[in-house]
Each structure stands twice: as C-alpha cells, then as structure tokens.
C-alpha cells in the first residue's frame, strides 16, 4: 500500500506543470579583432663561458646495449587470472600465466584458531627460453602449486640416487633353559 501511495504521488509530480523558469543564458558576442602588438627582438651578448655538452651514456661495460625487446604481452582478468610475455632481439623469450584456484589451506578465524578449509590461491606456470653467450641453449620451464616450485630443464642439476642397503639384525640362537617339570596334583595347578 505504501509503495502505491508513493508512486501515485511520484506520477502526479510528474505529471504537475513545472514552475521553474528555464536556465539563463548568457548572450554570445563576436571575438574582438585586433592586431597583436609587435615588439622588437631582443639580442644578448654571446655568453663568457662555453656551455656543457651533453652526449648520450656511452656503453662500454654492458655489451649486450643493442638488445631491444621485439614482443610483448600483459593480460590481466577481472577472475584474477593473468599471461604475460616477451621477446627479445637475441632470442630470449618468457612466459608465465597465472590462475586462481580452491585448495586446501590454512584459515584462521578471529580468535586465531587454525582451520584447514578451502581458500583462494595462486597457481603459476611458465617458461623461460635463452641462449648464453657461449652459444648454449637453455630451456626451462616450471610449475608453481599447493606442492611448492616444481622447475624442469635439461641444465638443472639432478640430485644423485643413492640406494641404501638395510643392515639385517643379526640372528642369535639361543636355548631357553626349560623349567623343571612340577609334580601332579589333584587341582592341576602344579601344588
């Protein structure tokens, strides 16, 4: 009932001639037109001193100055996922996305008890391609989960295998001394 009465009071207001006089507006007039003032050019001396020259940094120590980047890419998702990548004038290329995802976490409530619950987390991939100076070529590329950094490449080093043997317990025979037979009695007890 009462959003009848509000919007029948609306539709009448509407409906009511307005009282309200239209905006002012100011009445437009013609630029003036007038030729600017000229004045002379004013001449100063040749400065006493030489100013500095300036040059562009010279690159001695960084021998690879000539690289540019030849690609690039940056994607963000309003879902929080993202890509990007790049490529350079030598070769080296890098990509890498990136996408949220439910795993199992540790949430903490307001008292600071720990619960283990579904929560929000990052996942990444990627990969990296480059050629040292040298010459060799280098591929890696990884994984980034709930189960931590996971690199691989060819040119990563592999932790050795070793393969233990379990020491066997030694094996003692021995005789138990046997207890000496009790006489029979009548309760079957031995007394």
Same mark, same amino acid.
């Given at each position: =009932?009462?959003?009848?009465?509000?919007?029948?009071?609306?539709?009448?207001?509407?409906?009511?001639?307005?009282?309200?006089?239209? %905006?002012?507006?100011?009445?437009?007039?013609?630029?003036? *037109?007038?030729?600017?003032?000229?004045?002379?050019?004013?001449? +100063?001396?040749?400065?006493?001193?030489?100013?500095?020259?300036? *040059?562009?940094?010279?690159?001695?120590?960084?021998?690879?100055?000539?690289?540019?980047?030849?690609?690039?890419? $940056?994607?963000?998702?309003?879902?929080?996922?993202?890509?990007?990548? +790049?490529?350079?004038?030598? +070769?080296?290329?890098?990509?890498?996305?990136?996408?949220?995802?439910? =795993?199992?976490?540790?949430?903490?409530?307001?008292?600071?008890?720990?619960?283990? %619950?579904?929560? =929000?987390?990052?996942?990444?991939?990627? *990969?990296?391609?480059?050629?040292?100076? %040298?010459?060799?070529?280098?591929?890696?590329?990884?994984?980034?989960?709930?189960?931590?950094?996971?690199?691989?490449? $060819?040119?990563?080093?592999?932790?050795?295998?070793?393969?233990? %043997?379990?020491?066997?317990?030694?094996?003692?025979?021995?005789?138990?001394?046997?207890?000496?037979?009790?006489?029979?009695?009548?309760?079957?007890?031995?007394?």
């Amino acid at each position: =009932m009462k959003l009848f009465i509000i919007a029948a009071v609306l539709a009448v207001a509407a409906a009511a001639p307005s009282s309200y006089k239209p %905006e002012y507006k100011a009445p437009s007039y013609p630029a003036p *037109s007038y030729s600017a003032p000229k004045y002379p050019t004013p001449s +100063y001396p040749a400065p006493a001193y030489s100013a500095p020259a300036y *040059s562009a940094p010279a690159y001695k120590d960084n021998k690879y100055a000539d690289i540019t980047v030849t690609s690039q890419s $940056d994607e963000r998702n309003l879902d929080g996922s993202s890509q990007w990548s +790049y490529a350079q004038s030598d +070769y080296t290329t890098r990509e890498e996305s990136q996408v949220q995802k439910k =795993m199992q976490g540790v949430a903490y409530d307001s008292y600071g008890k720990a619960t283990y %619950e579904d929560v =929000m987390g990052n996942t990444n991939k990627g *990969s990296s391609y480059w050629i040292s100076p %040298e010459g060799q070529k280098f591929t890696l590329t990884w994984v980034a989960d709930e189960n931590g950094f996971q690199p691989k490449g $060819d040119h990563l080093p592999v932790a050795p295998v070793h393969e233990y %043997e379990l020491p066997v317990a030694p094996v003692h025979e021995y005789e138990l001394p046997v207890a000496p037979a009790l006489p029979y009695s009548r309760t079957g007890l031995g007394y």
